[in-house]
């Protein structure tokens, strides 16, 4: 089991590249994330977010069509890409990070199982791949089928989310 209750201290970011990082990485609504709400919107998608009654609060959640979609920070979830330009590990408190973002990974592994077992479809999203919005279109709807197979928004209109794109500093 994960040792949930053993505390960790985060160290006071070693530079300004990884400060910058934990920044962008913080919490719901990510830039990444919004990307992605705003693609599947344009696209005529209708979903919910953050739904608390799932395991792991996902995303971005399909409710009829039993689909799920992650989108994960590369370096808060640790992208398994050799190729990934956003995954880097600090250089300095190597043994904090080692042991949070293994922990990170392992939380996200037990979660994802437990929606498969619950009968949903689990589609991550990671940060590095939302910078290429025609790839990403396409891997989004060949996950989620055609906008008009099924159409939440017919009959769930009080849960609508807009894209709420903020304008954030980089
Ligand atoms: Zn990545």
Avoid at 91 to 104: D, I, Q
Avoid at 125 to 150: D, K
Wanted: with cysteine; glycine share 6%.
């Amino acid at each position: 089991m994960i040792g949930r209750h053993a505390k960790l201290v985060p160290p006071a970011p070693s530079s300004k590249a990884v400060s910058a990082v934990m920044r962008g990485n913080r919490g719901r609504d990510t830039k990444p994330e919004l990307i992605v709400r705003k693609l599947l919107f344009a696209q005529g998608y209708r979903y919910r977010v953050h739904l608390k009654t799932l395991p792991g609060r996902p995303d971005i959640v399909f409710t009829k069509r039993k689909k799920i979609i992650f989108v994960h920070g590369c370096f808060w979830h640790q992208h398994p890409s050799e190729v990934c330009p956003l995954r880097s590990h600090p250089k300095s408190n190597t043994g904090y990070w080692t042991e949070k973002l293994k922990r990170n990974q392992e939380r996200d592994q037990a979660t994802e199982r437990h929606l498969c077992e619950l009968g949903w479809d689990v589609l991550t999203v990671w940060e590095c791949e939302t910078q290429n919005t025609e790839i990403l279109i396409q891997r989004l709807r060949s996950f989620l089928g055609h906008t008009s197979a099924i159409n939440n928004a017919v009959s769930l209109p009080n849960t609508l989310q807009s894209p709420d794109i903020r304008t954030e500093r980089t």
